[in-house]
């Protein structure tokens, strides 16, 4: 039969169908359920029904693969929906469909066999065939390269919607999927064969409504009823394929089959569901449509389909991972490379879209994973202009982010997700964690140099790791946890994923500093931050909150003191894991999207860093033998001191009104002070809080003298105290070493934030108090999306203390305070090194003389550090019985080289001397030391001493050259994602470290005088 005579055939079978549902006889019929009809006029309207169904299915074109075929088709869809073929079609179905469990008693006698055009099941079978191979031809013709076919495709498209809700065959679709699931119709050929038949008719409804939408904007929102309607049904197969029943495979049909068709489905709908989001974004849909859009997206069955779907896309991703590690390994052992470094790509990630916890949530377990992950690889590519897995990550990650924030806004005095809804489920936030780790791989991949191909920016995995897609997803899970009342992240989060959750915050900021500047990503992610979008990268500390609470400043400080206040969930993360906490302070501080707004918080997290490390002052363990900690510990306080003193100093030119180039402050950092100005973070007025940070650095000296001083001090007076009770003589000996380095790391850093308060003055820093600028504390969502808790500066110390001279008296006490209790510490750590010394010397009777003096001499054997530096500038893994980095009996001691500096400096000796003398009892008093009077002769004693302990500090900084960070104190540079990573110069006698040639140069006159004097006593930093 020629295409003419096909095509008259089938349209005058439509109007006979037609005309046959609207006879009195049928009509009345239809009127009553299946099973109620004489059986005889049953089988009679079946059989007309059946041919008339046969003759229109083979009237339609097996496709339309050409433009030729496509105008075609268009013409003969166009004729059919003109006769109402899809409305008859559809009223026939939803007749059978009254009685479903009829319905489903005949398609469990089908084993495969041909059908009787005029029995039930073939006749139902027949027109859902018809109705998706009408689907198929439309969604071919919305292809077409002709303007004019598409688009009259699209309307074609409307035009069958319509009449499939008119006839009510989609409500009957709906209500015929529930009935499958709640009788677990999926163990028989027919009850698959049925399910298959209905995967069939919906997969291309989803991407013809999309074409749609821009060419009939008014017939839109039954479009989107349409698919509200589609959402229904998948979410009773997705439940009915989540049970033991629809395990195992018949002769037609297997289980794969079945997830195959079922995920082929939710990639159409999530499709559907993103550029709805676009639509909706772009106001490209009328008042009611829009309307119905939104409510659409705050449906939680769409967030339950788009995380099933995601979890997909880490399995690929993962498996990418893991061959570029083996290829990695590959390499090394070929070239015999003992430098092992350790990259984001090159990071072992857990496989958490294999947790069971993830599984459970998936329709079929790993069944589904395995089914979805090959059709999805199929459906991407690597290189080359196709989708990549990143790419659909990414917009699975961005609709599920919308659909969460929609769900989360307060409808009628309650959201619509809760607590237990699967996508803030413990394992849900596990996967997005992995996908960060994942995504931050492929983007250094792309970064190291040989890489072969260019990535174009739609495709790049940048687009995954940003603050639009995995980074915003992430922060939205935090914050619908928060608005569903939850305190904090569950203990399947902090304590199975807290490493991987502080990496995840982390590697979106590690990857930005290894961008070059000018690079569009760097760029866009400044910008978002200062233009307060949601999910910027500078809110990640926003975020570690919102996952784990932290306590107040006053309990931190107790906390430090010994007070026995209860461990908050923060807390806990940094004990557990100190390198990954430090590596993001680190990282967060040297980054170009921190705003001084965020310092405040900053200093808080660094505060449980530093007590974790150091333990408190009732002696309870911290993690001083463990030398990559103690390395982190170090690199990121210098990173922090760094940025407050360059903060600061730009306040000052901020306040003075003088163009940033008249202070001397560097280009990079001017680039900075622009953005400052402007940036607005919440409720909180960023440019009045970079204006008048010297009131925040006040309270940061609160903050650091009341943690990371006092607890130095006190390791130093426990020794050996700080590391747990069966701790080797190896691992305290250790732990004093560290004391001695963290000593002269904060002493170098309190030095940096004195100066550049002293630059400021007193008028300027109490001009700053008595602004009570805010800074970032917290994300309060239930008061709205970008609501943020704030710290509010006040003055501090009495009523009395609250003038311009008061104010800096209280700077002057808790900055000598400070100082005092770290110089303190250093000379702590010396004598209990001489001490250990000693006990190793008396014990020579008992052991030999020989076994004594070897025991003497490793108490202060210094170690090379190279190790330690690495470990600061990533996270570790896992923690084990015996901490990375933690000396075992035989190892020797890093940086014991500081040890022996009192005995072999004998500048530093005499100025420790000439403080002693001029301030007798100093050290019996600094602990006591409070800014409790306002006496003219108080406050020029304290300032006087606070003069001399100042020059203590630089001194104590210059006679102790360091292995980890950058050893010129005026060093700005903020490059590479940590301070250990970034001093990779070595000074070629002593072996301290620096960030540049031109730093070393800068530094030179300064530092000879103890590098001669370390090689003179045959001293190295190691």
């Known amino acids: 039969m020629q295409r003419d005579q096909r095509a008259k055939k089938a349209e005058d079978t439509a109007s006979k169908l037609s005309s046959l549902l609207c006879t009195h006889k049928v009509a009345q019929l239809l009127q009553e359920p299946l099973s109620a009809a004489p059986k005889a006029a049953r089988q009679a309207v079946l059989g007309e029904f059946g041919s008339c169904l046969q003759w229109l299915l083979k009237g339609l074109p097996e496709s339309a693969s050409n433009e030729t075929n496509k105008a075609a088709a268009i013409k003969l869809l166009g004729g059919l929906l003109l006769h109402q073929a899809v409305h008859s079609a559809g009223g026939v179905l939803e007749w059978l469909q009254q009685d479903p469990q009829q319905l489903a008693a005949a398609m469990q006698s089908y ?15 027949v027109g859902m065939k018809l109705m998706a191979k009408f689907g198929e031809l439309l969604f071919d013709c919305c292809l077409a390269n002709s303007s004019s076919t598409s688009r009259a495709a699209a309307e074609l498209a409307t035009s069958m919607t319509q009449q499939l809700l008119q006839s009510g065959v989609f409500d009957s679709w709906t209500e015929l999927a529930q009935h499958r699931q709640q009788q677990l119709l999926i163990r028989r050929e027919g009850d698959r064969q049925a399910l298959l038949l209905a995967f069939q008719v919906n997969d291309a409804l989803p991407s013809l409504w999309l074409r749609a939408m821009p060419n009939a904007a008014s017939q839109a929102p039954n479009l ?43 990639m159409f709908y999530a499709e559907f569901n993103f550029q709805l989001i676009l639509q909706t974004m772009r106001r490209q849909l009328i008042t009611a449509a829009a309307v119905q859009a939104v409510s659409l997206q705050s449906d939680p069955a769409v967030a339950q389909l788009l995380l099933q779907l995601l979890a997909v896309y880490p399995m690929l991703l993962h498996q990418q991972h893991s061959q570029q590690q083996k290829q990695q390994q590959k390499q090394q052992q070929e070239r015999q490379d003992g430098k092992q470094q350790l990259r984001a790509d090159l990071l072992p990630i857990p496989a958490f879209h294999q947790h069971p916890g993830m599984l459970q949530l998936l329709p079929g377990g790993q069944a589904y994973l395995d089914a979805a992950g090959r059709l999805a690889a199929a459906g991407c590519s690597n290189v080359g202009a196709g989708p990549t897995v990143a790419l659909r990550a990414q917009r699975l ?17 309650s959201p619509a997700l809760d607590g237990s809804a699967p996508a803030l489920s413990a394992a849900a936030v596990r996967l997005v964690l992995e996908l960060q780790l994942l995504a931050a791989g492929a983007v250094q991949r792309l970064q190291q140099p040989r890489q072969q191909q260019p990535v174009d920016k739609e495709n790049h995995p940048w687009q995954l790791l940003s603050d639009t897609s995995s980074t915003a997803l992430l922060h939205r899970q935090l914050k619908a946890a928060l608005q569903a009342g939850a305190s904090c992240q569950p203990p399947g989060v ?51 909150r919102a996952a784990a609470p932290r306590l107040t400043v006053e309990q931190l400080v107790g906390a430090a003191s010994g007070m026995g206040a209860a461990p908050s969930p923060l807390f806990g993360l940094a004990a557990a894991h100190p390198e990954a906490v430090t590596a993001l302070i680190d990282v967060y501080a040297r980054s170009p999207v921190l ?50 003193a360059q903060l600061t100093t730009a306040a000052i030119a901020l306040q003075e009104g003088q163009a940033a180039a008249a202070t001397g402050i560097t280009a990079a950092f001017r680039r900075i002070t622009d953005f ?59 732990a004093v070493a560290s004391t001695a380095l963290l000593s002269v790391v904060a002493a170098r ?40 808790h704030v710290h509010k500066i006040e003055p501090s110390g009495s009523t009395a203390m609250h003038t311009e001279r008061g104010q800096w008296h209280v700077w002057h006490t808790q900055m000598l305070k400070a100082m005092l209790q770290v110089v303190l510490a250093f000379q702590g750590a010396g004598t209990a090194a001489a001490a250990a010394t000693a006990t190793a010397a008396a014990a020579a009777p008992a052991r030999g003389a020989d076994a004594a003096g070897a025991a003497a001499a490793e108490a202060l054997e210094p170690a090379a550090a190279g190790a330690a530096v690495a470990g600061s500038s990533s996270s570790s893994s896992s923690r084990s019985s015996r901490q990375p980095g933690q000396p075992s ?79 010129n104190p005026g060093c700005e540079s903020l490059a590479r994602v940590s301070e250990a990573a970034a001093a990779s110069k070595r000074c070629g006698r002593c072996k301290c470290r620096y960030c540049s040639a031109a730093c070393q140069t800068a530094d030179w006159e300064r530092h000879k005088h103890a590098c001669k004097g370390m090689a003179a006593a045959g001293l190295t930093c190691g």
């Not at 290894?514 to 979008?533: H, I, M, Q």
């Not at 805010?774 to 609501?787: I, M």
């Open 749 to 788: 850093s309190l030095v940096q934030l004195a100066d550049a308060m002293q630059a400021a003055g007193p008028q300027l820093l109490f001009r700053c108090i008595m602004a009570r600028p805010n800074y970032l504390g917290e994300w309060v969502p239930q008061q709205g999306d970008g609501s943020v």
């Open 111 to 125: 084993r495969g066999q041909k059908l009787e055009h005029d029995s039930l099941e073939g006749v139902w079978c």
């Open 595 to 644: 705003q001084a707004a965020d310092m405040l918080l900053a200093a808080e997290v660094l505060t449980n860093a530093a007590i974790a490390v150091l333990g408190d002052d009732a002696g309870s363990p911290g993690a001083l033998h463990d030398t990559a900690a103690v390395a982190g510990l170090a690199s990121a306080v210098t990173s922090f001191a760094k940025r407050a």
């Open 889 to 967: 009996s035989s190892q020797p001691v890093s940086w014991g080289y500081l040890l022996q500096l009192q005995q072999n400096s004998a500048s530093w000796t005499a100025k420790v001397a000439a403080f002693d003398a001029k301030w007798p009892g100093w050290r019996v008093d600094v602990r006591s030391l409070h800014a409790d009077s306002s006496s003219e002769e108080a406050m020029q004693q304290t300032q006087q001493q606070y003069t001399d302990a100042r020059k203590l500090c630089k001194a104590l900084a210059a006679a102790a050259p360091l292995p980890l960070v950058c050893n």
């Open 397 to 413: 990650s961005a609709a599920l982010e919308v659909n969460l924030q929609y769900c989360c806004k307060q409808q009628q005095g």
């Open 224 to 266: 989107l009823r349409a698919a509200q309607l589609l959402l229904r049904q998948l979410q009773s197969y997705g439940a009915l394929l989540s049970t033991s029943a629809a395990a195992g495979s018949t002769r037609l049909c297997s289980r794969e089959d079945l997830l195959k068709a079922y995920s082929r489905q939710q």
């Open 676 to 734: 400052l100005q402007g940036a607005n973070v919440g409720h909180v007025a960023s440019a009045a809080a970079a204006e008048n940070f010297p009131a925040a650095l006040s309270r940061i000296t609160d903050l650091l003298q009341g943690s990371l001083a006092s607890c130095l001090l006190s390791a130093a007076e426990h020794g050996s105290a700080t590391g747990t009770s069966g701790s080797s003589s190896s691992s305290s000996r250790q």
């Open 494 to 544: 902090l304590q199975q994923a807290g490493l991987q959750l502080l990496q995840a915050l982390a590697a979106p900021l590690q990857q930005l500093q290894l961008t070059a500047a000018g690079d569009e990503w760097r760029d866009a992610a400044v910008e978002s931050a200062a233009g307060n979008k949601p999910a910027a990268l500078n809110q990640q500390l926003l975020a570690l």
